[in-house]
Protein backbone atom coordinates (compact mmCIF):
# COMPACT_ATOMS: atom_id res chain seq x y z
CA UNK A 1 0.00 0.00 0.00
CA UNK A 2 1.27 3.77 -1.01
CA UNK A 3 2.61 5.54 1.94
CA UNK A 4 2.17 9.59 1.07
CA UNK A 5 3.48 12.88 3.21
CA UNK A 6 1.45 15.35 4.66
CA UNK A 7 2.47 18.22 6.65
CA UNK A 8 2.14 18.27 10.72
CA UNK A 9 0.55 21.73 10.14
CA UNK A 10 -2.08 21.26 7.59
CA UNK A 11 -3.78 18.15 6.37
CA UNK A 12 -4.62 19.07 2.84
CA UNK A 13 -1.53 18.61 0.79
CA UNK A 14 -0.11 14.80 0.23
CA UNK A 15 3.16 14.45 -1.94
CA UNK A 16 4.91 11.61 -2.07
CA UNK A 17 7.94 10.35 -0.97
CA UNK A 18 10.44 11.65 -3.14
CA UNK A 19 8.77 14.76 -3.42
CA UNK A 20 8.72 14.61 0.82
CA UNK A 21 12.68 14.23 0.54
CA UNK A 22 13.23 17.14 -1.58
CA UNK A 23 11.09 20.11 -0.20
CA UNK A 24 12.48 18.68 3.04
CA UNK A 25 10.04 21.21 5.12
CA UNK A 26 6.04 21.38 4.06
CA UNK A 27 5.61 24.62 2.70
CA UNK A 28 3.13 25.58 5.53
CA UNK A 29 6.23 25.31 7.78
CA UNK A 30 5.44 21.91 8.76
CA UNK A 31 6.70 18.46 8.91
CA UNK A 32 5.82 15.89 6.69
CA UNK A 33 4.49 12.75 8.36
CA UNK A 34 3.67 9.48 7.04
CA UNK A 35 -0.29 9.28 6.54
CA UNK A 36 0.01 5.44 8.13
CA UNK A 37 3.43 3.72 9.77
CA UNK A 38 3.28 0.46 7.60
CA UNK A 39 3.50 -2.81 9.45
CA UNK A 40 6.73 -5.18 8.11
CA UNK A 41 5.81 -7.45 6.13
CA UNK A 42 8.28 -10.47 6.71
CA UNK A 43 8.95 -11.95 9.66
CA UNK A 44 11.39 -11.18 12.47
CA UNK A 45 12.55 -14.64 12.07
CA UNK A 46 13.59 -13.57 8.67
CA UNK A 47 15.11 -10.58 8.84
CA UNK A 48 17.18 -11.87 11.85
CA UNK A 49 19.24 -13.91 9.29
CA UNK A 50 19.56 -10.89 7.09
CA UNK A 51 22.25 -8.51 6.56
CA UNK A 52 22.35 -4.56 7.43
CA UNK A 53 21.91 -3.74 3.79
CA UNK A 54 18.77 -6.24 3.56
CA UNK A 55 16.82 -5.07 6.46
CA UNK A 56 17.84 -1.31 5.26
CA UNK A 57 15.57 -2.25 2.31
CA UNK A 58 12.96 -4.42 4.28
CA UNK A 59 11.90 -1.26 5.91
CA UNK A 60 13.15 1.61 3.31
CA UNK A 61 10.62 -0.27 0.97
CA UNK A 62 7.62 0.26 3.22
CA UNK A 63 8.28 4.00 3.94
CA UNK A 64 10.03 4.77 0.18
CA UNK A 65 6.72 2.93 -1.85
CA UNK A 66 7.34 5.12 -5.11
CA UNK A 67 11.04 4.43 -5.04
CA UNK A 68 11.83 1.16 -7.53
CA UNK A 69 13.50 -1.78 -6.03
CA UNK A 70 16.47 -0.81 -7.72
CA UNK A 71 16.39 2.50 -7.05
CA UNK A 72 16.67 1.80 -3.42
CA UNK A 73 18.96 -1.02 -3.45
CA UNK A 74 21.14 1.24 -5.20
CA UNK A 75 20.49 3.87 -2.81
CA UNK A 76 21.65 1.34 0.19
CA UNK A 77 24.46 -0.32 -1.10
CA UNK A 78 26.39 3.57 -2.25
CA UNK A 79 25.59 4.45 1.59
CA UNK A 80 26.98 1.38 4.15
CA UNK A 81 29.47 0.24 1.95
CA UNK A 82 33.29 0.41 3.25
CA UNK A 83 32.73 3.54 4.58
CA UNK A 84 31.80 2.19 7.38
CA UNK A 85 34.43 0.22 9.85
CA UNK A 86 32.56 -3.18 10.30
CA UNK A 87 30.29 -4.88 7.81
CA UNK A 88 27.80 -5.47 10.76
CA UNK A 89 27.09 -1.18 9.94
CA UNK A 90 25.51 -1.22 13.57
CA UNK A 91 27.52 -3.55 15.81
CA UNK A 92 25.43 -4.58 18.85
CA UNK A 93 27.86 -5.43 21.70
CA UNK A 94 26.80 -6.46 25.20
CA UNK A 95 28.36 -4.65 28.42
CA UNK A 96 27.63 -4.27 31.98
CA UNK A 97 23.99 -5.34 32.04
CA UNK A 98 22.83 -3.56 28.24
CA UNK A 99 23.43 -3.92 24.94
CA UNK A 100 24.67 -0.87 23.21
CA UNK A 101 23.95 -0.26 19.72
CA UNK A 102 27.01 1.40 18.02
CA UNK A 103 25.62 3.79 15.52
CA UNK A 104 28.91 5.17 15.17
CA UNK A 105 31.59 3.16 12.66
CA UNK A 106 30.57 5.47 9.52
CA UNK A 107 33.33 8.22 7.83
CA UNK A 108 32.97 10.89 11.15
CA UNK A 109 32.66 8.24 14.04
CA UNK A 110 29.16 9.88 15.22
CA UNK A 111 25.25 8.26 14.43
CA UNK A 112 24.33 11.59 11.97
CA UNK A 113 26.44 8.82 9.08
CA UNK A 114 23.77 6.24 9.87
CA UNK A 115 21.68 9.29 7.56
CA UNK A 116 23.78 11.01 6.13
CA UNK A 117 25.03 8.77 3.95
CA UNK A 118 22.19 7.62 2.45
CA UNK A 119 20.03 10.75 2.22
CA UNK A 120 22.39 12.52 -0.97
CA UNK A 121 21.26 9.26 -3.02
CA UNK A 122 17.90 9.48 -1.99
CA UNK A 123 18.03 13.08 -2.80
CA UNK A 124 19.77 12.75 -6.44
CA UNK A 125 17.29 10.15 -7.16
CA UNK A 126 14.01 11.84 -5.89
CA UNK A 127 15.75 14.44 -8.40
CA UNK A 128 15.75 12.01 -10.91
CA UNK A 129 12.23 10.66 -10.36
CA UNK A 130 10.84 14.21 -10.30
CA UNK A 131 12.74 15.32 -13.62
CA UNK A 132 14.52 17.53 -11.93
CA UNK A 133 17.96 18.70 -14.11
CA UNK A 134 19.14 20.98 -11.72
CA UNK A 135 22.55 20.30 -9.53
CA UNK A 136 21.52 19.97 -6.29
CA UNK A 137 23.09 22.51 -3.83
CA UNK A 138 23.22 21.34 -0.37
CA UNK A 139 23.72 24.70 2.12
CA UNK A 140 24.90 24.22 5.60
CA UNK A 141 25.43 26.06 8.89
CA UNK A 142 26.95 23.67 11.24
CA UNK A 143 28.42 24.44 15.01
CA UNK A 144 30.35 21.55 14.21
CA UNK A 145 28.95 17.74 13.67
CA UNK A 146 26.73 18.13 10.82
CA UNK A 147 28.92 19.83 9.21
CA UNK A 148 31.45 17.30 8.62
CA UNK A 149 28.92 14.67 8.51
CA UNK A 150 27.01 15.90 5.40
CA UNK A 151 30.30 16.90 3.80
CA UNK A 152 31.35 13.26 3.82
CA UNK A 153 27.63 12.33 2.51
CA UNK A 154 27.80 14.20 -0.14
CA UNK A 155 31.32 14.01 -0.92
CA UNK A 156 31.52 13.32 -5.34
CA UNK A 157 27.98 12.06 -5.38
CA UNK A 158 26.66 13.41 -9.15
CA UNK A 159 24.12 15.67 -9.46
CA UNK A 160 24.87 17.86 -6.27
CA UNK A 161 27.83 19.73 -4.18
CA UNK A 162 28.19 21.36 -0.75
CA UNK A 163 28.82 24.27 0.94
CA UNK A 164 29.23 24.37 4.62
CA UNK A 165 29.67 27.67 6.78
CA UNK A 166 31.18 27.34 10.05
CA UNK A 167 32.12 29.77 12.76
CA UNK A 168 35.72 29.64 12.20
CA UNK A 169 36.46 30.53 15.94
CA UNK A 170 33.46 28.38 17.79
CA UNK A 171 34.34 25.03 16.84
CA UNK A 172 37.05 22.61 18.40
CA UNK A 173 40.00 22.01 16.73
CA UNK A 174 39.39 18.65 15.91
CA UNK A 175 35.86 19.70 14.25
CA UNK A 176 37.55 22.10 12.23
CA UNK A 177 40.48 20.14 11.05
CA UNK A 178 37.85 17.57 10.34
CA UNK A 179 36.02 19.74 8.01
CA UNK A 180 39.19 21.80 6.23
CA UNK A 181 40.85 18.40 5.39
CA UNK A 182 37.17 16.74 3.47
CA UNK A 183 38.19 15.38 -0.07
CA UNK A 184 35.87 15.82 -3.07
CA UNK A 185 35.68 17.94 -6.00
CA UNK A 186 32.03 19.57 -4.79
CA UNK A 187 32.65 20.37 -1.53
CA UNK A 188 33.48 24.03 0.19
CA UNK A 189 34.17 24.91 3.87
CA UNK A 190 34.03 28.41 3.99
CA UNK A 191 34.99 29.65 8.06
CA UNK A 192 33.30 32.79 8.97
CA UNK A 193 34.68 35.28 11.41
CA UNK A 194 30.82 35.53 12.90
CA UNK A 195 28.99 32.65 15.79
CA UNK A 196 26.62 29.68 14.65
CA UNK A 197 23.70 32.13 14.41
CA UNK A 198 24.85 33.90 12.16
CA UNK A 199 25.88 31.20 10.38
CA UNK A 200 22.10 29.95 10.29
CA UNK A 201 20.26 33.31 9.63
CA UNK A 202 23.20 33.98 6.69
CA UNK A 203 21.84 30.65 5.09
CA UNK A 204 18.36 30.75 6.45
CA UNK A 205 18.10 34.30 4.04
CA UNK A 206 19.86 32.60 1.86
CA UNK A 207 17.25 29.93 1.03
CA UNK A 208 14.35 32.60 1.41
CA UNK A 209 15.90 35.01 -0.88
CA UNK A 210 13.50 34.60 -4.74
CA UNK A 211 16.09 36.53 -6.62
CA UNK A 212 18.99 34.31 -5.40
CA UNK A 213 17.00 31.35 -6.48
CA UNK A 214 16.25 32.69 -9.74
CA UNK A 215 19.74 33.21 -10.82
CA UNK A 216 20.27 29.78 -9.77
CA UNK A 217 17.72 28.18 -11.54
CA UNK A 218 19.43 30.26 -14.54
CA UNK A 219 22.57 28.33 -14.09
CA UNK A 220 21.40 24.74 -13.43
CA UNK A 221 20.96 24.91 -9.51
CA UNK A 222 18.99 24.50 -6.51
CA UNK A 223 19.23 24.85 -3.29
CA UNK A 224 18.39 21.77 -0.96
CA UNK A 225 19.40 21.04 2.75
CA UNK A 226 20.15 18.38 4.56
CA UNK A 227 18.24 19.29 8.17
CA UNK A 228 17.49 16.64 10.18
CA UNK A 229 13.75 16.63 9.72
CA UNK A 230 14.23 15.35 6.16
CA UNK A 231 12.20 12.32 6.54
CA UNK A 232 14.94 11.42 4.16
CA UNK A 233 17.00 11.29 7.13
CA UNK A 234 14.18 9.76 9.51
CA UNK A 235 13.46 6.57 7.70
CA UNK A 236 17.16 5.30 7.70
CA UNK A 237 17.10 6.14 11.06
CA UNK A 238 14.21 3.11 11.94
CA UNK A 239 16.23 0.82 10.48
CA UNK A 240 18.99 -0.33 12.77
CA UNK A 241 15.96 -0.41 15.67
CA UNK A 242 15.06 -3.50 13.38
CA UNK A 243 18.31 -5.18 12.88
CA UNK A 244 18.92 -4.51 16.86
CA UNK A 245 16.04 -6.32 17.77
CA UNK A 246 16.14 -8.87 15.34
CA UNK A 247 20.26 -9.53 15.95
CA UNK A 248 18.98 -10.06 19.54
CA UNK A 249 16.53 -12.81 18.55
CA UNK A 250 18.58 -14.39 15.84
CA UNK A 251 21.33 -14.47 18.97
CA UNK A 252 19.07 -16.39 21.14
CA UNK A 253 19.24 -13.51 23.48
CA UNK A 254 15.25 -12.81 23.78
CA UNK A 255 12.42 -15.29 22.48
CA UNK A 256 9.96 -14.86 19.76
CA UNK A 257 7.65 -11.36 20.78
CA UNK A 258 9.50 -10.53 24.09
CA UNK A 259 10.18 -6.50 24.57
CA UNK A 260 13.05 -4.88 24.61
CA UNK A 261 14.09 -1.04 25.75
CA UNK A 262 15.45 1.54 24.07
CA UNK A 263 17.43 4.26 25.73
CA UNK A 264 18.28 7.11 23.35
CA UNK A 265 20.39 10.38 24.48
CA UNK A 266 17.96 12.62 22.68
CA UNK A 267 18.53 16.53 21.28
CA UNK A 268 16.67 17.09 18.18
CA UNK A 269 14.19 14.08 18.90
CA UNK A 270 14.79 12.32 15.74
CA UNK A 271 17.08 9.32 16.56
CA UNK A 272 14.17 7.82 19.14
CA UNK A 273 11.54 9.18 16.93
CA UNK A 274 12.73 6.38 14.83
CA UNK A 275 12.54 4.10 17.63
CA UNK A 276 8.73 4.89 17.99
CA UNK A 277 8.38 3.99 14.29
CA UNK A 278 10.01 0.69 14.73
CA UNK A 279 7.37 0.10 17.33
CA UNK A 280 4.59 1.02 14.85
CA UNK A 281 6.04 -1.12 12.53
CA UNK A 282 5.80 -4.48 14.57
CA UNK A 283 9.08 -4.91 16.58
CA UNK A 284 8.11 -5.61 20.04
CA UNK A 285 9.25 -2.34 22.18
CA UNK A 286 8.70 -1.82 26.25
CA UNK A 287 9.59 1.78 27.00
CA UNK A 288 10.98 4.23 24.76
CA UNK A 289 13.66 5.61 27.54
CA UNK A 290 14.59 9.45 26.13
CA UNK A 291 17.65 10.47 27.95
CA UNK A 292 18.49 14.40 28.11
CA UNK A 293 21.67 16.09 29.44
CA UNK A 294 20.84 19.34 32.13
CA UNK A 295 19.20 20.91 29.21
CA UNK A 296 15.78 18.66 30.12
CA UNK A 297 13.63 20.27 28.60
CA UNK A 298 12.10 16.73 27.18
CA UNK A 299 12.43 15.18 30.94
CA UNK A 300 9.85 17.90 32.24
CA UNK A 301 7.56 17.34 28.97
CA UNK A 302 7.12 13.78 29.82
CA UNK A 303 6.59 14.90 33.71
CA UNK A 304 4.00 17.46 33.01
CA UNK A 305 2.81 18.07 29.54
CA UNK A 306 4.41 21.09 29.41
CA UNK A 307 7.27 22.04 26.69
CA UNK A 308 8.87 25.53 27.57
CA UNK A 309 12.02 26.22 26.43
CA UNK A 310 12.69 29.66 28.47
CA UNK A 311 15.24 28.81 30.20
CA UNK A 312 19.07 29.00 30.26
CA UNK A 313 20.81 27.67 27.95
CA UNK A 314 23.79 25.05 29.28
CA UNK A 315 27.03 23.77 27.84
CA UNK A 316 27.57 20.77 28.34
CA UNK A 317 30.21 17.88 27.36
CA UNK A 318 27.22 16.63 24.97
CA UNK A 319 27.33 19.37 22.83
CA UNK A 320 25.22 17.51 20.07
CA UNK A 321 22.13 17.23 22.71
CA UNK A 322 22.63 20.99 24.00
CA UNK A 323 19.32 21.56 22.36
CA UNK A 324 16.04 23.61 23.69
CA UNK A 325 13.89 23.28 20.48
CA UNK A 326 13.57 19.20 19.66
CA UNK A 327 11.86 19.57 16.59
CA UNK A 328 11.40 16.36 15.87
CA UNK A 329 9.00 15.99 18.84
CA UNK A 330 6.19 17.55 16.14
CA UNK A 331 5.95 14.66 14.55
CA UNK A 332 4.99 12.96 17.92
CA UNK A 333 2.76 15.66 19.36
CA UNK A 334 0.71 15.75 15.62
CA UNK A 335 0.46 11.73 16.35
CA UNK A 336 -0.75 12.35 19.75
CA UNK A 337 -2.83 15.13 18.96
CA UNK A 338 -5.08 12.37 16.48
CA UNK A 339 -3.22 13.71 13.36
CA UNK A 340 -5.14 17.23 14.03
CA UNK A 341 -2.91 19.44 11.72
CA UNK A 342 -4.75 22.65 13.17
CA UNK A 343 -4.05 21.71 16.90
CA UNK A 344 -0.29 20.67 15.91
CA UNK A 345 -0.16 24.24 14.14
CA UNK A 346 -1.89 25.90 17.17
CA UNK A 347 0.69 24.23 19.80
CA UNK A 348 3.73 25.07 17.27
CA UNK A 349 2.87 28.95 17.04
CA UNK A 350 2.54 29.12 20.90
CA UNK A 351 6.28 27.54 21.10
CA UNK A 352 7.55 30.43 18.43
CA UNK A 353 5.73 33.21 19.98
CA UNK A 354 5.74 32.35 23.45
CA UNK A 355 8.32 29.93 24.13
CA UNK A 356 5.41 27.12 26.02
CA UNK A 357 3.02 25.05 24.93
CA UNK A 358 1.22 22.61 27.19
CA UNK A 359 -0.93 19.47 25.53
CA UNK A 360 -4.32 18.21 26.47
CA UNK A 361 -4.80 15.55 29.50
CA UNK A 362 -5.73 13.20 26.50
CA UNK A 363 -2.54 13.47 24.70
CA UNK A 364 -0.65 12.98 27.61
CA UNK A 365 -2.05 10.01 28.22
CA UNK A 366 -1.25 8.71 24.59
CA UNK A 367 3.00 8.94 25.84
CA UNK A 368 2.73 5.81 28.09
CA UNK A 369 5.23 4.38 25.66
CA UNK A 370 7.61 7.59 27.07
CA UNK A 371 10.17 7.44 29.63
CA UNK A 372 11.89 10.70 30.24
CA UNK A 373 15.37 10.91 32.10
CA UNK A 374 18.41 13.47 32.46
CA UNK A 375 21.97 13.40 33.88
CA UNK A 376 24.01 16.02 34.53
CA UNK A 377 27.53 16.62 34.26
CA UNK A 378 29.20 15.10 36.94
CA UNK A 379 26.97 11.86 36.82
CA UNK A 380 27.76 11.54 33.19
CA UNK A 381 31.45 11.53 33.79
CA UNK A 382 31.06 8.79 36.63
CA UNK A 383 28.83 6.63 34.50
CA UNK A 384 31.96 6.80 31.83
CA UNK A 385 34.19 5.91 34.71
CA UNK A 386 31.85 2.88 36.50
CA UNK A 387 31.52 1.55 33.33
CA UNK A 388 35.37 1.71 32.33
CA UNK A 389 35.89 -0.07 35.45
CA UNK A 390 33.14 -2.71 35.57
CA UNK A 391 33.12 -3.78 31.46
CA UNK A 392 36.38 -2.20 30.28
CA UNK A 393 34.38 -0.60 27.74
CA UNK A 394 34.34 2.70 26.96
CA UNK A 395 31.82 5.02 25.63
CA UNK A 396 31.45 8.98 24.59
CA UNK A 397 29.54 11.40 26.47
CA UNK A 398 26.14 10.96 24.81
CA UNK A 399 26.33 7.31 25.28
CA UNK A 400 27.25 8.04 28.89
CA UNK A 401 24.26 10.45 29.22
CA UNK A 402 21.66 7.47 28.13
CA UNK A 403 24.06 4.95 30.39
CA UNK A 404 23.39 6.79 33.24
CA UNK A 405 19.61 7.32 32.91
CA UNK A 406 19.39 4.00 32.00
CA UNK A 407 20.87 2.89 35.40
CA UNK A 408 19.00 5.70 37.82
CA UNK A 409 15.35 3.77 35.94
CA UNK A 410 16.40 0.36 36.38
CA UNK A 411 16.88 1.20 40.33
CA UNK A 412 13.86 3.08 40.34
CA UNK A 413 11.95 0.49 38.72
CA UNK A 414 13.05 -2.40 39.11
CA UNK A 415 12.43 -3.20 35.61
CA UNK A 416 14.37 -6.04 34.42
CA UNK A 417 13.46 -6.14 30.58
CA UNK A 418 16.46 -6.18 28.38
CA UNK A 419 17.62 -3.23 27.25
CA UNK A 420 19.49 -1.27 23.78
CA UNK A 421 21.57 2.17 24.50
CA UNK A 422 21.90 3.53 21.49
CA UNK A 423 25.90 4.56 21.24
CA UNK A 424 25.97 7.79 19.52
CA UNK A 425 29.27 8.83 18.73
CA UNK A 426 33.14 6.85 19.38
CA UNK A 427 34.74 7.97 22.55
CA UNK A 428 37.83 9.35 20.00
CA UNK A 429 35.05 12.03 18.98
CA UNK A 430 35.14 13.58 22.82
CA UNK A 431 38.79 12.36 23.78
CA UNK A 432 38.97 15.05 26.08
CA UNK A 433 35.55 14.56 27.78
CA UNK A 434 36.10 10.54 27.92
CA UNK A 435 39.55 10.36 29.74
CA UNK A 436 38.98 13.60 32.14
CA UNK A 437 35.91 11.24 33.40
CA UNK A 438 38.25 8.17 34.13
CA UNK A 439 41.21 10.09 35.27
CA UNK A 440 41.41 13.45 36.34
CA UNK A 441 45.27 13.26 35.63
CA UNK A 442 44.51 13.59 31.86
CA UNK A 443 43.01 17.14 32.70
CA UNK A 444 45.18 20.10 30.48
CA UNK A 445 45.85 17.23 27.93
CA UNK A 446 45.51 18.53 24.05
CA UNK A 447 43.16 16.27 22.17
CA UNK A 448 45.25 14.62 19.91
CA UNK A 449 47.41 13.74 22.60
CA UNK A 450 44.39 12.35 23.92
CA UNK A 451 43.65 10.15 21.49
CA UNK A 452 47.04 7.99 21.96
CA UNK A 453 45.82 7.67 25.60
CA UNK A 454 42.32 6.34 24.64
CA UNK A 455 43.64 3.76 22.56
CA UNK A 456 45.86 2.56 25.38
CA UNK A 457 43.10 2.00 27.60
CA UNK A 458 40.32 1.40 25.68
CA UNK A 459 42.10 -1.61 23.38
CA UNK A 460 39.82 -0.23 20.39
CA UNK A 461 42.60 1.08 17.78
CA UNK A 462 42.26 4.66 16.42
CA UNK A 463 39.82 5.07 14.03
CA UNK A 464 40.73 5.82 10.23
CA UNK A 465 38.49 9.20 10.43
CA UNK A 466 40.73 10.37 13.14
CA UNK A 467 44.07 9.21 12.07
CA UNK A 468 43.46 10.67 9.02
CA UNK A 469 42.83 14.02 9.89
CA UNK A 470 46.24 14.34 11.83
CA UNK A 471 48.19 14.02 8.35
CA UNK A 472 45.58 14.79 6.14
CA UNK A 473 46.07 18.01 3.79
CA UNK A 474 44.39 21.29 4.70
CA UNK A 475 42.02 21.92 1.22
CA UNK A 476 39.92 24.69 2.96
CA UNK A 477 40.64 27.89 3.61
CA UNK A 478 38.05 30.54 2.86
CA UNK A 479 37.32 32.59 5.40
CA UNK A 480 34.35 34.99 4.93
CA UNK A 481 32.58 38.04 6.87
CA UNK A 482 29.38 37.45 7.96
CA UNK A 483 27.93 39.72 5.49
CA UNK A 484 29.79 38.22 2.56
CA UNK A 485 27.85 34.55 3.09
CA UNK A 486 25.77 35.27 -0.39
CA UNK A 487 28.57 36.77 -2.03
CA UNK A 488 31.26 33.99 -1.34
CA UNK A 489 27.74 31.69 -2.34
CA UNK A 490 27.97 33.59 -5.73
CA UNK A 491 31.35 33.28 -6.60
CA UNK A 492 31.37 29.62 -5.68
CA UNK A 493 28.63 28.88 -8.14
CA UNK A 494 30.09 31.19 -11.05
CA UNK A 495 26.82 33.40 -10.14
C1 LIG B 1 22.72 14.44 16.95
C2 LIG B 1 23.23 13.65 18.10
C3 LIG B 1 22.40 13.26 19.17
C4 LIG B 1 20.94 13.66 19.25
O1 LIG B 1 20.14 12.99 18.30
P1 LIG B 1 18.71 13.57 17.94
O2 LIG B 1 18.23 12.74 16.81
O3 LIG B 1 18.95 15.00 17.53
O4 LIG B 1 17.86 13.46 19.15
C5 LIG B 1 22.95 12.48 20.18
N1 LIG B 1 24.26 12.15 20.18
C6 LIG B 1 25.09 12.53 19.19
C7 LIG B 1 26.51 12.15 19.26
C8 LIG B 1 24.61 13.28 18.10
O5 LIG B 1 25.46 13.65 17.13
Same mark, same amino acid.
Given at each position: ?????????????? @?? $????????? &????????????????????????? *???????????????????????????????????????????????????????? $????????? =????????????????????????????????????????????? *????????????????????????????????? %???? #? &??????????????????????????? $????????????? @?????????? =? %????????????????? %????????????????????? =?????????????????? +????????????????????????????????????? &???????????? %????????????????????????????????????????? #???????? &??????????? #?? @???????????????? *?????????????????? !?????????????????? !?????????? +?????????? +???????
Amino acid at each position: MEVMYQSTRSGEQK @VT $ASQAILKGL &ADDGGLFVPDHIPALDVSLDEIAKM *SYQETAYEVMKLFFTDFTEEELKNCINRAYDDKFDTKEIAPLVQKDEAYYLELFHG $ATIAFKDMA =LSILPHLLTTSAKKNKITNEIVILTATSGDTGKAALAGFADVEGT *SIIVFYPKNGVSKIQERQMITQKGANTKVVGIT %GNFD #D &AQSGVKAMFNNKELAEAMNSKGYQFSS $ANSINVGRLVPQV @VYYVYAYTRL =L %GRGEIAEGEAVNFVVPT %GNFGNILAAFYAKNMGIPVGK =LICASNDNKVLFDFFETG +VYDKNREFILTTSPSMDILISSNLERLIYRIAGEDAK &ATADMMNELSTS %GVYTITPEMKKQLQDFVGGWADEEKTAAEIKQVYENAGYVM #DTHTAVAS &AVYRDYKKRTG #DT @VKTVIASTASPYKFAT *SVMTAINDKYEGMDDFAL !IDELSKVSGVSIPKAVEE !IRSAPVLHDT +VCETADMQKT +VEKILGL
